[in-house]
């Protein structure tokens, strides 16, 4: 079975840009996550959905972000518009559910410029 | 909501020493504990899964301990070599939703 799979592995963009990262959880997963990794804040979740429906929108990230998962193999962040600030390694991760482990895809770096 | 606390953030170890990383929780209904192992430039992988119910779980070359009463996570690296440099994070389902809380990470290097 194919893991999280996400792309690009890594992107550069222009401050003001809108990017969009893409992630296909596991095969049969029903929960989705989006995190955001920085070296200063560790680890923050971005959006988490559970069969399609969204079950948590990171309060502090709603205002550029957005998180769609249009069918139950396939789930996008945008983020619009990007800022320096923005440039950090994002992760999807799905499980099953049910506090089941999550499985991290490789990431997408992310360089705003 | 649940906090996670891990320490310490850095680790410098010689091959052959023991290393040991910690986290401790707030919620006392916390029933699914977390290792995850990322090393450089890689993703997260899962180490170990460990339940409420069992305070020793035994894995290849680690120890993961639970001790519920001070809630208190440990993962104890015996051995270590340098192929565990990496960081290693835990995290901690709370009792409600889907949530797993992580903490902020250790990075342990293991020196020749």
């Known amino acids: 079975d194919a893991g999280v799979t996400q792309t690009p592995r890594h992107e550069v963009a222009e401050k003001g840009q809108t990017i969009i990262l893409k992630c296909e959880p596991v095969s049969g997963h029903n929960d989705l996550f989006w995190y955001r990794q920085t070296k200063i804040q560790g680890l923050e979740l971005l959006s988490y959905f559970r069969s399609k429906s969204l079950m948590e929108d990171g309060g502090a990230f709603k205002d550029r972000f957005k998180a769609e998962m249009l069918n139950s193999s396939f789930s996008t962040l945008k983020i619009q518009p990007t800022e320096p600030k923005d440039s950090a390694v994002y992760l999807c991760?799905?499980?099953?559910?049910?506090?089941?482990?999550?499985?991290f895809g490789p990431g997408t770096r992310l360089l705003v410029l | 909501g649940e906090q996670v606390e891990q320490r310490p953030p850095h680790l410098s170890v010689r091959e052959g020493d023991s290393a040991v990383i910690t986290c401790t929780y707030t919620d006392p209904n916390s029933y699914y504990f977390f290792w995850y192992k990322q090393e450089p430039g890689a993703s997260l992988q899962l180490l170990m899964k460990?339940?409420?119910?069992?305070e020793i779980n035994e894995g290849q070359g680690f120890t993961v301990l639970l001790n519920k009463k001070d809630k208190r996570l440990s993962l104890n690296l015996t051995a270590a070599h340098p192929g565990d440099s990496a960081a290693y994070f835990c995290?901690?389902?709370?009792?409600?939703?889907?949530?797993?809380?992580f903490g902020d990470g250790t990075q342990l290097v293991v020196k020749p």
């Open positions: 460990v339940f409420s119910s069992t």
């Open positions: 991760a799905s499980s099953f559910g049910d506090r089941d482990t999550q499985y």
């Open positions: 995290a901690v389902s709370g009792n409600s939703n889907n949530r797993i809380f």
